[in-house]
């Protein structure tokens, strides 16, 4: 199975795959338009001819101009978040205070899920009106994704079979698929508006002309290319879409470590009833993000947007003979209730799953309900960037307001008690709660944080990591940065940002014996093939320094984030017992690198 680094990168190729793909539909768009201006210019000026250059010009730059223009209108929409698509489809946001137990499982599997792999948790949609077994998950980014799931899939599925369904959409965002989906349906969308123009010409007598004028006759051709370029574009997602099934399906029997819970939930969509049908008149244009078939199946294949349940079945289960027991809402099943984190990027193993549920339950009461509430979550956070020296902290209380105060001085001592380990679990269970801020609130909100971290007049790397997460994760509806675009495919332009990265480490790590610290900065160069540049000494560093070479790190392909993690990584290993502060700053570089490291968990 592909690496993280390797998955997203070869996402990424796929997308200029499909923009070259794309670029062929345009062509073949504008040529049958031009064939079909001829038949029509030919009937109605009773002449004969195939080649009118002028002609040919302006129909190929005006649909190139008007597809694309409503390609990017729609691929700017969706940018947004993944909310944008779960709501268009009437999902609803799971209450993190619900008392429903079916809610709750998913909440828990979802949580379980997000801190064994080291990502925040997504923003989850509940599909209500769908009795269908389903999900999808959507977003531009790992911040800005939204999981949506089915009613039915709640009502029918058990928790290993719902588990096995949201790990299998964990998987789209650690393989890249997010981004080749939301690109793919702007393409269909900008194709499909060609179609919708000319129905509306067609419909539209305001002209003063007959059924026989050059409107309706307008429309006609708009219509036509718009299905023609709409049948080529959909065999293209398709095609995309099953490669990727199959990978899904793949990466989430390795994160659970149970084949048979998503098998079993694909057997018990072809015996159900509503099979895994998404009601919504939008579902079609998010056929290819879903688990299932969310439309009736085709009967040309070329146009499915996922494999046979058969042959998705087979792969998990060699024995299946094809045979479905039929399903209903009362017949779900019964519940069943150290490794280095670089090799698990995108790939959380059984322990980080185990690691994760005793987090999830030894996690004190006055935390995880706290984390419920909008204030809490916000107390939660800041109280993360309180200072151990109690004067100097009593100082940061009297910066906040009232309410924050309060609650920062209730949950101080259980934050404190999470020890450095808990900080990023506790930091990525929380802060999605803060993602439905408005713009007002957000920005209080980072102002406080600000004012904590600059009480003591100096801020740490852990400080600092801990702001520039919140600027990334929180609130998607607002933050429509892209982040993470290449720019940097070769290390040459980064070396010098390289060696601040791995300096900072090595000074994180080791605190005195220079010679030490030398031998294993020179064992990290070779990971990543770097010239034998000499370490930073510690005055020479600054978090300024940091941040800036991050900020570019971020525009690396992942095959240099790959290498950059190795390398770091293998700084922390030499005695990860001793570099705990090490561990948890490699895993929120990672972070910021939009590569989530799941937690360091030893047997």
């Known amino acids: 199975m592909k690496s993280f680094f390797q998955a997203q990168d070869a996402a990424r190729k796929k997308t200029r795959y499909l923009v070259f793909l794309f670029a062929l539909s345009i062509i073949a768009l504008s040529l049958s338009g031009y064939f079909v201006s001829i038949f029509v210019i030919a009937y109605y000026s009773k002449g004969i001819f195939l080649w009118k250059p002028q002609l040919f010009l302006i129909i190929f730059l005006t649909t190139l101009i008007v597809v694309c223009i409503e390609s990017l209108l729609k691929i700017q929409q969706l940018k947004r978040g993944g909310w944008v698509i779960a709501e268009q489809l009437g999902g609803t946001p799971l209450n993190d205070q619900t008392t429903n137990d079916k809610e709750r499982r998913l909440k828990n599997i979802v949580e379980e899920m997000s801190i064994a792999s080291g990502i925040v948790v997504p923003m989850v949609y509940i ?73 509306s010409l067609l419909r539209n007598r305001s002209y003063g002309r007959t059924r026989e004028g050059i409107f309706p006759l307008g429309g006609f051709l708009l219509i036509v290319l718009g299905y023609i370029g709409y049948l080529f574009s959909r065999m293209i997602q398709s095609a995309v879409s099953r490669e990727r099934e199959y990978l899904a399906d793949a990466s989430a029997v390795q994160y659970t470590r149970n084949p048979s819970g998503l098998a079993d939930a694909l057997k018990k969509i072809g015996g159900f009833t509503f099979t895994s049908n998404i009601e919504h008149s939008s579902s079609k244009a998010i056929a290819h993000l879903t688990f299932a078939n969310s439309t009736k199946q085709t009967f040309l294949q070329w146009f499915a947007t996922h494999p046979p349940l058969n042959e998705r079945i087979q792969r998990l289960d060699p024995s299946f003979k094809g045979e479905f027991q039929a399903v209903d809402f009362f017949t779900s099943g019964q519940d069943v209730t150290s490794d280095a984190p670089l090799l698990h990027i995108g790939q959380p193993k059984t322990i980080h799953m185990s690691y994760a549920k005793a987090f999830l339950d030894g996690l004190s009461i006055e935390i995880a309900n706290a984390a419920k509430t909008t204030i809490g979550a916000k107390a939660i956070i800041l109280c993360l960037l309180l200072d151990e020296n109690e004067p100097l902290r009593n100082g940061q209380y009297a910066l906040l307001s009232s309410d924050l105060r309060i609650q920062c001085q209730n949950l101080y001592p259980y ?89 900072a480490m090595i000074h994180l790590c080791f605190k005195t014996d220079s010679d030490q610290m030398n031998s294993v900065y020179q064992k990290a160069l070779k990971h990543i093939t770097l010239k034998s540049w000499p370490i930073f000494s510690r005055k020479d560093l600054s978090i300024r320094m940091l941040h800036n070479s991050l900020e570019r790190m971020d525009h690396a392909s992942f095959t240099i984030k790959d290498d950059l993690l190795r390398a770091l990584s293998s700084i922390v290993s030499i005695d990860p017992n001793h570099a705990t502060e090490g561990v948890e700053l490699l895993r929120a570089i990672g972070s910021t690198l939009h590569c989530p490291i799941p937690p360091l968990v030893t047997d």
């Open 127 to 199: 599909l209500k009106r769908e009795p269908g077994i389903n999900a999808f998950v959507a977003g531009f980014t790992v911040e800005d994704a939204a999981l949506a799931v089915t009613q039915g899939s709640l009502d029918v599925l058990s928790r290993d079979e719902l588990q096995g369904v949201v790990a299998h959409e964990f998987s789209h965002i650690f393989n890249g698929d997010m981004r080749l989906n939301i690109q793919l349906m702007g393409f269909l969308n900008g194709i499909l508006f060609l179609t919708e123009l000319g129905y």
């Open 415 to 503: 934050i404190e008690a999470q020890g450095i380990k808990g900080r990023l679990p506790v930091f990525d269970y929380t802060v999605t709660k803060l993602k439905t801020l408005s713009a007002e609130e957000i920005h209080l909100f980072i102002s406080y944080a600000k004012q904590l971290v600059a009480a003591d007049q100096k801020i740490s790397m852990f400080e600092w990591i801990l702001l520039k997460l919140l600027t990334n994760h929180i609130n998607p509806k607002t933050n429509v940065r892209v982040r993470g675009q290449i720019k940097y495919k070769t290390i040459g332009p980064l070396e010098q940002d390289i060696r601040v990265i791995l300096s």
